[in-house]
């Protein structure tokens, strides 16, 4: 940590090698008023650390997590923000790594880079929450992947932009935004003084998704077992799954099943009758444990939902009456996964 408190009670935040080669009193920290010392390597820079073993409310300190900090806390000054590191609020035990202030707003600033489980992250939230203050969580390098998937989703947000994650790479100095949509992921790019979109198309993979379905048979994965055990009942192979529930994927990460299992689900509730309105948005109430817990479970299902019925639209199977969703044609199920591969050629 960068800030500590020293015996007359001020609190002194380290900027510099040089300056903590000056100091020579001695330090608490500020949340549990225990010791901490200076450590000034080479490598790392200038920090307290707890003597002991650290407190609660404080993240075990990582290069890229002290990196990180000084990071966000110069881009918020680029910004026109005056900018405070590891500001401690007693109130709810809790340390905002940084604080960007401006005009009497303060917008707390979390970057994680040691694990941090999702009911953590929830009530860490909440508890900026209770002061009134909004926290933006951004993701350290352990979270780098090249698709978003479910070790991300506990960062997703949701804002006017649309469904999005943050990542800092401190050492390369870019933060970085990505906004997810259907087909495609925008990724802005942000050095201190420069801007840079990438688009990153999701490639459709049908060959692979086909054969992990008869993969997740073959070794009897338990939710894939579970939807097999309701397809058996109408006679019909999940193997054998129609080709629409892979295409056209909304690609949202944080759901309790994959997408494609979400899809089956709802066909075989669905697929042989007109479909009431009601009872089809009654059925996805049923998967709300998703975990995004910046996220309103119903909003990402929602998402889920609607590029569904737009690819069945679409697609010609499903058209829509002011309270039926009714078939033109129900997708085509095959016998076998061999006999689905065929078709696609
Ligand atoms: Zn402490």
Not at 57 to 65: R, V
């Amino acid at each position: 940590m960068f800030v500590a408190q020293a015996e007359n009670g001020r609190l002194v935040t380290l900027r510099d090698h040089q300056q903590a080669k000056a100091l020579h009193e001695r330090f608490v920290c500020p949340a549990c008023l225990r010791p901490v010392g200076i450590r000034n390597g080479a490598l790392m820079p200038a920090h307290f650390y707890h003597l002991g073993p650290p407190c609660a409310a404080s993240e075990a300190e990582s290069l890229p997590h002290l990196l990180g900090k000084q990071w966000l806390a110069t881009l918020g000054e680029q910004f026109g923000y005056r900018s405070e590191l590891e500001v401690y609020y007693p109130a709810i035990k809790q340390r905002a790594d940084v604080v960007w202030l401006r005009g009497g707003k303060r917008t707390v600033l979390e970057y994680q880079c040691s694990p941090l489980s999702v009911e953590a992250l929830a009530r860490r939230t909440e508890g900026y929450a209770k002061l009134d203050l909004v926290v933006i969580w951004i993701a350290g390098p352990r979270y780098f992947d090249r698709w978003p998937a479910s070790k991300q989703a506990k960062f997703l947000r949701y804002t006017a932009g649309g469904f999005q994650l943050l990542f800092l790479d401190p050492q390369a100095g870019v933060l970085s935004q990505w906004t997810l949509h259907a087909d495609h992921i925008d990724q802005r790019l942000q050095w201190p003084n420069r801007v840079q979109q990438r688009r990153l198309d999701y490639a459709e993979r049908l060959v692979a998704e086909a054969k992990a379905v008869q993969a997740g048979l073959r070794f009897r994965e338990p939710k894939v077992m579970a939807l097999q055990a309701q397809a058996a009942k109408q006679g019909l192979n999940v193997a054998g799954v129609p080709w629409v529930v892979h295409q056209q994927l909304r690609h949202l990460p944080g759901l309790v099943l994959p997408e494609w299992q979400l899809r089956t689900w709802w066909l075989l509730q669905f697929q042989t009758a007109p479909i009431q309105k009601a009872a089809e948005a009654a059925f996805w109430h049923q998967f709300s444990q998703v975990r995004t817990p910046l996220v309103p479970a119903q909003a990402v299902l929602e998402a889920v939902r609607r590029q569904w019925l737009a690819v069945l639209k679409q697609a010609g199977y499903l058209q829509e009456t002011s309270l039926f969703w009714q078939w033109r044609q129900p997708p085509n199920w095959y016998a076998t996964v061999n006999e689905k591969l065929q078709q696609l050629r």
